[in-house]
């Protein structure tokens, strides 16, 4: 029976991580609880250090119950891309931005993948009164893991990847 599943696992991996023939990176298998408050995701997730503004009341969810999803982490452009280009290029490559709880989920499961680069999820932002328009995205720095809010409007450089879901 576990090699059946770890077989039907890395079909639906395999098959995940590629759209158009084009490879859009790993597949992680994650449970992703949206009944959480993401207080509670936060707390699961056990990161060492967080947004006060990273609250329920700036990240809802129309989704509820629990979910058996493939997060993706694709690599979109490595000089720089906004808010707007990165979710063009996610449709193409027909993935759907990640949602806050389903980033913290990924994070609280996989404690060690993001060592260099920042992961961003564009699926439910806030509009701060005093920052703009703000993505949930989570980073390891050395042994610490911390989650922060990004403001969406002057894009991204660097060592970053958009959290996408394959949705089937």
């Excluded at 997730?45 to 997060?71: L, P, V």
Aim: with cysteine.
């Amino acid at each position: 029976l576990l090699f059946e599943q770890l077989t039907k696992l890395r079909t639906v991996t395999a098959d995940a991580s590629m759209s158009n023939d084009k490879p859009v990176g790993i597949a992680y298998p994650i449970t992703v609880d949206y009944d959480l408050t993401i207080e509670e995701a936060v707390r699961l997730g056990g990161y060492d250090q967080s947004d006060a503004n990273i609250a329920s009341e700036h990240f809802a969810t129309k989704r509820h119950g629990t979910a058996e999803i493939m997060m993706m982490l694709p690599i979109l452009n490595p000089i720089r891309i906004s808010a707007d280009g990165a979710l063009r290029e996610l449709k193409k490559m027909a993935l759907r931005p990640a949602e806050p709880r389903e980033l913290l989920a990924f994070g609280a499961k996989y404690h060690d993948i993001l060592h260099d680069f920042l992961a961003i999820a564009l699926g439910s932002t806030w509009r701060s009164p005093n920052s703009g328009l703000l993505a949930l995205a989570l980073r390891k720095h050395g042994s610490l893991r911390r989650l922060y809010l990004y403001c969406t409007l002057g894009g991204w450089c660097g060592p970053c990847r958009f959290a996408a879901i394959r949705e089937f």
